[in-house]
């Protein structure tokens, strides 16, 4: 049985950005009618950038300078600005982990962390450039909503809600790739997004995390089509809670996919929020990937492709009884 | 720190209007008067159960009366205390200034009042949480971005300590804010000379200071920490037609004002009971 399509488009676009070019277009956008937004780079904005072809006086590239540019975020939102900060996820998750705690967590101020680069997305750049550890800092943060949006219409959405809201929040995304937006229709996203739900209770639900969390479970529906498939994109542990709820109020064993550590991750979360559910994590390995590689590659070498995600769902579905998924 | 409450509110027995002070040497006798209240409070503070951190309280003292004054004009000028282990100076500082109501001396560390060991946005008047050390720099700098997008005049002024200049994130800040030109940011350095192991000069010294700031595209001004005339003169300037930031390093002396510890690199925390306390304050002036 498939749910109704839930709310994920607001916007009818004939191009599908990357998270980042897309948070750079809702950026934009929103801008033009709210002269609170400031938006500042680390250097890594890229040339061209359209907030600071509309919006001169409020773009800011303030240089290699993340702790900088985070506390700076915090002074601007005290002064009645709303900052949007944007540099590459190792460096803001890490890098700035204190000035994070502190702006995001402590102060409740009104910034946005975009952070793409996230997972190994960086892939050949290498270690220095991969970030499989941002959840487990920000999630133990009280009051950040964080969000991992997946294609050009959650991370819009995720944007106009972060303007919205005043609130700190954390968005993680990738590095150039685009995805097909799930289907959707509706302004808002929904709590968690009922890709497929099977009518047996026993039945296997994958939950899948940001962009190649789910680009990884679509792929499984497809080798086994009848796996229910829960996305979520907002991962703090308020939103986490709440889902929590929802998904065991349809299954009881999951598996999840999510280009993260399994320490501090969603699988962990998950596991402790619902104690009678059975959680299985397909999550990266605890190595420290040295070679080259696209992302896809290096995914691999972490532990972190389709044949996994099918392995968990066997071993899930065998120890609910049924021999296999496919 | 805020100051929504200006200058002519009531503090202890001061009901001074500032404003009405047309006189430099009326404003810096009553300033004077005001300092010499706040490091009572300090010292009472480091006769609390916990102690405070008094040598660098009592050193920046004048620094946070004079800017606090400056920002008591309301064009949306805000004071950073970056240093935030001078808490005690904080705190009797906002009180002696009239935006901090209540005497945060005999609340201070005590359960269930927001008057702890470093400052947090509990505390009325304090908007930044601070102690770890070389935040308050940048907070300061955003707000003064944040004036300058705003159109406003106000400015954002960081009183960090000579020590804490170790930390890379101020120089982080400084390049940004020179980059920025951002001339309505103030730096205020209080120079004491000492760190939490010992002096600054034998840990990590920091020779040609205001050369560095300089170099980093900032005017700079060397001033006496403890001349409430000089720092008011300067915190007063119009930098509106300004395109540099402004450093202000300020000579202090570590215990300021407690002849029995002033410049000794122990009085960097302190202790005390109150008989000795009694003591100090009678000998302050």
């Known amino acids: ?326 | 720190m805020t100051t929504a409450v200006r200058e002519e509110t009531r503090v202890g027995d001061d009901v001074t209007d500032l404003a009405a002070l047309t006189d430099p040497v009326d404003l810096v006798a009553t300033l004077t008067e005001r300092a010499v209240r706040a490091r009572r409070l300090v010292v009472d503070m480091a006769a609390s159960p916990r102690g405070c951190h008094l040598g660098g309280s009592l050193s920046v003292l004048d620094i946070l009366i004079a800017a606090l004054h400056r920002a008591a004009g309301d064009d949306g000028t805000e004071v950073v205390l970056s240093k935030g282990h001078a808490a005690a100076g904080l705190y009797a500082a906002l009180h002696v200034s009239g935006i901090l109501p209540e005497n945060p001396a005999p609340l201070y560390g005590l359960a269930g009042h927001p008057y702890t060991g470093h400052p947090g946005p509990k505390v009325p008047g304090v908007r930044f949480p601070t102690g770890s050390l070389g935040h308050g720099v940048p907070y300061a700098a955003g707000w003064a971005l944040s004036q300058r997008i705003g159109g406003g005049n106000g400015l954002g002024i960081a009183v960090a300590g000579d020590g804490e200049l170790q930390e890379g994130l101020v120089w982080e800040t400084c390049q940004v804010a020179a980059a920025q030109e951002l001339a309505n940011f103030v730096l205020v350095v209080d120079r004491n000379g000492g760190q939490n192991d010992g002096m600054v000069a034998d840990i990590s010294p920091l020779p040609q200071l205001p050369q560095r700031f300089a170099a980093f595209g900032f005017d700079v001004v060397e001033v006496d920490g403890h001349d409430l005339r000089a720092l008011t003169a300067l915190l007063a300037e119009d930098r509106s037609t300004a395109r540099r930031p402004l450093a202000v390093v300020a000579d202090t002396v570590k215990g300021k004002g407690v002849r029995a510890v002033e410049g000794k690199p122990g009085c960097h925390y302190v202790t005390i009971d109150e008989a000795r306390a009694a003591k100090w304050k009678r000998a302050i002036r």
């Open chain 1, 1 to 326: 049985m498939s749910l109704p399509a839930t709310a994920l488009l607001t916007d009818e676009r004939p191009v599908t950005l990357s998270g980042r070019d897309a948070y750079r277009d809702e950026l934009t956008r929103l801008a033009a009618s709210d002269d609170t937004i400031v938006c500042l780079e680390a250097d890594l904005g890229g040339k061209g950038h359209p907030f600071q072809a509309a919006h001169p006086e409020r773009f800011f590239n303030l240089g290699i300078a993340e702790g900088a540019m985070v506390d700076m975020a915090a002074g601007l939102a005290a002064g009645g600005h709303k900052p949007f900060v944007s540099t590459f996820a190792p460096f803001a998750a890490l890098r700035a982990a204190e000035s994070l705690k502190l702006t995001l967590g402590y102060l409740a101020a009104g910034v946005t962390v975009v952070a793409p680069y996230a997972g190994v997305s960086g892939a050949w750049f290498g270690t220095t450039h991969h970030c499989l550890e941002d959840l487990a800092i920000l999630r133990s943060v009280p009051g950040v909503t964080i969000a991992a949006p997946y294609g050009d219409a959650e991370m819009r959405a995720v944007v106009r809600e972060a303007v919205r809201s005043g609130r700190p929040h954390y968005i993680r995304t990738g590095r150039n790739a685009t995805y097909e937006s799930l289907p959707g229709v509706g302004a808002e996203l929904p709590l968690v997004n009922w890709e497929f739900t099977a009518a047996d209770p026993d039945a296997v639900c994958l939950v899948s995390v940001g962009e190649e969390g789910t680009r990884l479970a679509l792929a499984a529906r497809r080798a086994a089509p009848g796996t229910a498939h829960a996305h979520l994109v907002y991962l703090d542990h308020e939103h986490l809670t709440e889902a929590a709820a929802e998904l065991a109020r349809h299954h009881s064993r999951f598996v999840v996919v999510e280009e993260h550590r399994g320490q501090g991750g969603v699988a962990e979360a998950l596991a402790l929020l619902l104690p009678a559910c059975q959680v299985t994590s397909v999550s990266a390995n605890r190595s420290w990937p040295s070679q080259g590689g696209d992302h896809e590659e290096v995914m691999a070498a972490l532990g972190l492709d389709l044949p996994a995600v099918l392995d968990a769902l066997d071993r899930a579905a065998t120890a609910a009884g049924h021999p296999t998924t496919r």
